[in-house]
């Protein structure tokens, strides 16, 4: 059944065609066949020198073109031409010898018309060829735009991690400056005051309880301690006063205080002061990969830290010699923590990979870039 040639009239008015065909007759053919229904004839290329010409301004919805054009560029030549440079379909409009033919399919023309055709099957042919076209641009179209969406979306996602961590570092550090500048605060005036009423009483009295005031200053003290090391925790100022290599060596020291894990601090060719963001993401990281070692590691297990500077990269690597872990854990939506430490990274450009055996314990890795002022490596030598 022979498709109604009217259908779809208001693409095939738009539909701009440039012809490639050497033969004059068959080209003024392929004129009048074309301009009846309403295509429009933008250009007629005798060879695919004047065809390659011809393209840029002619800029045609589709291209038929010859397959056997004279000359360096035959048909099939411009054929691969327009579908790279301009995205064009095309059509052949004859068939060849059988290595012709072979290279025809390279350009992934839209098909072929084997002289001599019929005008309906030319308009029919053309028109179905069309449609694919405008199918397919759209495809494409919604493609770029679901992907301009996803990529929006990412940096809006970007964009409120940033945030959510910058205000959880201000709460942290509120909360430090409280715990600080208050809480210890009065913990030293109960201190005191306990001394200054103790004084006041009986000296029966203090022999008989003296035990108890030990004990209730002794308390005291530990409850300062503990109060100045959750503050340091939060907001270590340390970070801020001697920098980061300093601030990690007393990560290091506190954490093997604390957990029982022999830790070594190792620090080499690393500039005294680094941007605030790239120093407190990298000291959050380890904060987090320490925490986990002290949940995950087991017993008896060590734990190295290393930060160096290295092809204009700063490099920080943790290793445990605990108990590991599967990979299917990394893809866990619990992560061991490590999407938030991922996320820490990359928002100062660099990115975190974590390598883990079962019985071979973990490496946690991370690589920051560093501005041409913070790259400039010192000849501190290896330390820990």
Known sequence: MTPDLHTNAEAVDKARILILEDERITSDHLRRLLTRPGYEIVGIAATGVAAVEQLEDADPDLVL??????????GVEVAARVRNDYDIPVFLTAFSDPETIRRARVPQPYGFIVKPFSEEELHATLEIALQQSELRRRHADEALATTNILTNTKEELRAVTARLFRVQDEERTQIARDLHDDINHQVALLQVAIETLWQK??????????????????????????????????????????????ALRSLAEAFEERSNIPARFIVRTVPERFSREISLAVYRIAQEA???????????????????????????????SGVGFSPERLSSPNGLGLKSMAERAELVGGNLAVDSVPGHGTRLHIRIPLETECSKEDDTPLSS
């Open 65 to 74: 073109a010859d397959i056997g054009l004279p000359g360096q560029i035959d």
């Open 201 to 246: 009483l009986s000296p029966e009295f203090r022999t008989r309880h003296r035990a108890d005031l030990d004990r209730i200053l002794t308390d005291l003290d530990s409850l300062s301690r503990h109060s100045r090391d959750i503050s340091h925790r939060l907001h270590p100022s340390i970070l801020d006063d001697l920098g980061l290599a300093a």
């Open 290 to 320: 320490l925490h986990n070692i002290t949940k995950h590691a087991g017993d008896n297990a060590t734990v190295t830290i290393a930060l160096e500077t290295r092809g204009g990269q700063l490099e920080l690597t943790i290793r445990d």
